[in-house]
């Protein structure tokens, strides 16, 4: 009996009289009655195999084909085009787009189509043309050139400035769970970034550091992320414009969000026993002190007279910018909103943010 050969990278196994192919059923009967061992004609074969290909199983079936030691590459594509491809709702130039695959985006391929390619990149899944991927082999081969370094911020605000160390000029803040790709190589425990268009550090003792991909993002997530970026350039304008740096802001309106967005200018900075300077060194009652005096409000030198001040509120009425004491007044921070404070803690954490509730509560006192 002559053999067929099928010239083609696809693995037919024949188990209790069926054939299996992805996608496709085929049932084979044996002849009653015969003791010959039952065969299929080559042309019923090549028939089942056409229509397969006709519904893209072969290139499908590429996916289970991907070579790797490791596996980590299996489906895994990265973007081929310039500065960004559409990502659609069906695999039509005419079809409505849902997201972004940026030029530097990695993605999985879910389905391979007539020149289209279904995948999910992040949030986002849709189709692409698949001219605009690198696949297979080739995708593994370039991995390297598509990772890219991440922090994400820990700290509940912090400042991003203008070069590494406490002392470098603030450029803007950011808020905890936010993450950035790091634009270069550390310095001193120091990270570069890009918010919203402003090159800056921030320090890593309040950052979390990751290697990874970067995906693409769906439409949403796109006018939220140019939303986020517009509100961080307003904010540092305005602010920039409302209050000067160098002097007290009384004339501006004492409001307790005032008073903690300033403090939290001075997040990482260090804790210094005795001292009252926001950039070089403070303790917790000089920072409290400090921060105060930048918007004309005299604050006593230290917690035990500091505790008389204003007037007492529960913790439960607390509002930005009202002092908490802990223990037997021997600390106190100033009160952020969301159950945090913003103090200077102790020379090993410097100026940061904690849980308000941390330790015993044993006044909270407004002076606005």
């Keep these: 009996m002559d053999k067929t050969h099928i010239m083609q990278r696809m693995v037919v196994p024949v188990v209790a009289g069926m054939i299996l192919i992805p996608g496709n059923t085929l049932y084979v009967h044996a002849e009653e009655g015969t003791d010959e061992q039952a065969f ?23 996916l289970y084909l991907v070579p790797t030691e490791e596996g980590e590459y299996l489906n895994m594509a990265f973007s081929d085009t310039e500065e960004y491809t559409y990502i ?70 912090l400042n991003v400035r203008d070069g590494q160390g406490t002392g470098s000029d603030i450029l ?13 190589e550390p310095v001193d425990g120091w990270y570069p970034v890009n918010v919203a268009g402003i090159d800056g550090w921030v320090s890593g003792r309040y950052v979390e550091t990751a290697t990874g991909f970067s995906y693409g993002e769906t439409r949403e997530e796109e006018e939220t992320r140019i939303r986020e970026e517009e509100q961080i350039r307003e904010r540092e304008q305005a602010s920039q414009r409302e209050i000067p740096a ?57 917690t035990s007279e500091q505790i008389y001040s204003g007037y007492g509120v529960s913790y439960e009425e607390a509002q930005p910018g009202d002092l908490i004491f802990y223990g037997d007044g021997g600390h106190v921070g100033l009160y952020m909103g969301d159950g945090n404070i913003v103090n200077a803690m102790n020379p090993d954490q410097g100026i940061g943010i904690c849980s308000a509730t941390y330790t015993n509560i044993c006044a909270v006192r407004r002076v606005l």
């Design 40 to 62: 299929v004609q080559a042309s019923g074969i090549e028939s089942v195999l056409e229509e397969c290909y006709e519904t893209e199983v072969k290139d499908n079936l590429d």
């Design 88 to 157: 659609r709702s069906a695999p039509d130039e005419d079809s409505d787009w849902i997201g972004k695959l940026y030029n530097d985006s990695a993605a999985q391929v879910l389905e391979y189509l007539d020149g289209w390619t279904r995948i999910r990149s992040g949030s986002a899944e849709g189709y692409v043309p698949a001219d605009t991927l690198i696949t297979g082999t080739e995708a593994e081969e370039c991995a390297d050139e598509y990772e890219n370094n991440t922090v994400t911020v820990t700290a509940g605000v």
């Design 172 to 184: 803007t803040q950011v808020t905890e769970g936010q993450q950035y790709e790091m634009t270069g």
């Design 246 to 302: 160098d002097a007290p802001v009384s004339s501006y309106g004492n409001s307790g969000q005032d008073i903690i967005e300033y403090a939290c200018r001075f997040i990482g900075n260090p804790y210094v026993w005795g001292g009252t300077s926001l950039t070089d060194g403070a303790d917790c009652s000089g920072f409290a002190q400090s921060v105060y005096a930048h918007f004309g409000i005299s604050l006593p030198r230290t």
